[in-house]
């Protein structure tokens, strides 16, 4: 068979284009956020630094953290270590299970003090909820979705259909996930810290 | 496995100069600037060492970084309407 031009095997190649075209995806919601935000002067920063920025400060930490456990699991799959392996994911599944809960924390508290997609308990722009529960909300989804990924790859190793390669491909996903945090965290909370 | 703990640190350490940065009272337009170079610095580190891209054919990196970029410098063409909206609603 024809080698790869890339040196990479296919589910990999295809795993490196699905991230190109998810960052392109948040790319487009972050640009559309802050077009909203410069183009509402009446934008109201909804977050002081307790509890919100500290919140966001513990669930980067925690996204962080998986992504070392992920990179655990990946180097005992290539040993062929299935025990270690799986116990690494655990741990990733277990701190991305920590982060969703984390966050639904900090949708729920928004949505006690009043704010909606399109209401805002300060007075101002009623774009500011729209934007943080569409970026969070993908965001979460993409986390949520990857604790699935992860649980189905997991299954499918301890059980042998599935080779190491495949625990490799599935931690670029959690990996990505973890990159597109970095511009969350700054772009929606901080800038909107009071 | 240290080199990663090195970078796990130094990830924590990049968030943590922007939340400090976060409450210098810098004018807006700086702190974004501040913010965006640091979330980029973090996910270079992120996408070369996590992603393990450092250690992929650099084929894979010519192919899908200029592809990507050249989407998100197109992007930027909403800029000058974002600006308008906001003159018109301050008049």
């Known amino acids: ?194 | 496995m240290k080199v990663y703990v090195g970078i796990w640190v130094g990830l924590i350490s990049i968030m943590l100069v922007e939340v400090f940065l976060t409450y210098q009272h810098l004018p807006p337009q700086s702190l974004l600037a501040c913010l965006l170079a640091l979330a980029f610095v973090e996910a270079g580190i992120g996408i070369a060492y996590f992603m393990h891209m450092k250690y992929e054919n650099p084929k894979l990196l010519w192919t899908l970084v200029p592809i990507t970029i050249f989407v998100l410098f197109m992007l930027d063409h909403i800029w000058p309407d974002a600006f308008r909206l906001a003159r018109l609603s301050l008049h």
């Open chain 1, 1 to 194: 068979m024809e080698a790869s031009p890339y040196g990479i095997e296919s589910k990999k190649l295809a795993m490196w284009l699905f991230i190109a075209s998810d960052t392109v995806t948040f790319a487009s919601l972050l640009f559309a956020y802050s077009y909203l935000r410069i183009g509402s002067p009446n934008w109201t920063p909804p977050f002081k630094f307790w509890p919100s920025v500290a919140n966001g400060m513990v669930m980067t930490i925690i996204l962080l953290t998986s992504s070392l456990t992920m990179l655990g699991g990946v180097r005992a799959a290539k040993a062929g270590d299935q025990k270690l392996c799986l116990r690494w994911m655990g741990y990733t599944m277990l701190l991305g299970v920590i982060f969703a809960v984390l966050h639904l924390r900090e949708w729920f508290g928004m949505i006690h003090g009043g704010w909606r997609l399109f209401q805002n308990p300060l007075g101002g722009s009623v774009e500011v909820g729209a934007g943080f529960f569409c970026v969070t909300g993908l965001h979460l989804l993409h986390v949520i979705s990857g604790v699935v990924a992860l649980a189905v790859v997991a299954l499918g190793f301890k059980r042998g259909w599935l080779k190491a390669g495949h625990v490799e491909t599935t931690s670029l996903y959690w990996h990505f996930v973890d990159v597109v945090w970095m511009f969350v965290f700054p772009i929606v909370y901080l800038m909107n810290a009071q």
